[in-house]
């Protein structure tokens, strides 16, 4: 989910995640109050610094800021992969996914048909599903790549 506001994706970093707040805190170096006020939406002013997103971002394990800031400067990023497996299973991995992908681009293409004067009929979350499909794509070849280069290397 791409948070409307830096506040709504920082309360989802620090509330929202598997790691309790007042311990999320301890792990970053910062008191409870400090990261409680951050994330506050009612309140607009805050001391939070831009170089505590990172460690945040590690401890809680959200990526609520990272995406917001992504978005809003038109970005996306993905989880750098870690090469498991030979090539050829690699290989026949983004083959399925490629294959998907097609199926995706299909469906893309018929629901971005102009519909009139209105334009298409694309809606929000069909866009972030095509946005992820997309993302799991660009993983899956750079997968192949990494194997392939490493399979050279040998």
Known sequence: MIHETFKSALHANVFDTAVPAKQLADKVGKSYTYL????????????FQAKDIIPLTLASGSFALLDFIEHSVGRVSFQIP?????????????????????????????AIKPQGENGSSISRRECRR?????DHLITELCRLRAAVREEADR
Not at 130 to 134: A, G, L, S, V
């Open 82 to 110: 870690h090469i498991c497996g030979e090539v050829s299973a690699v290989a026949a991995e983004l083959s399925l996914v490629t294959s998907e992908f097609s199926d995706l681009l299909h469906e893309v293409s018929e």
């Open 36 to 47: 409680a006020n951050a994330a506050n939406p009612e309140q607009f002013e805050s001391h």
């Open 130 to 134: 095509i946005e992820q499909e997309c």
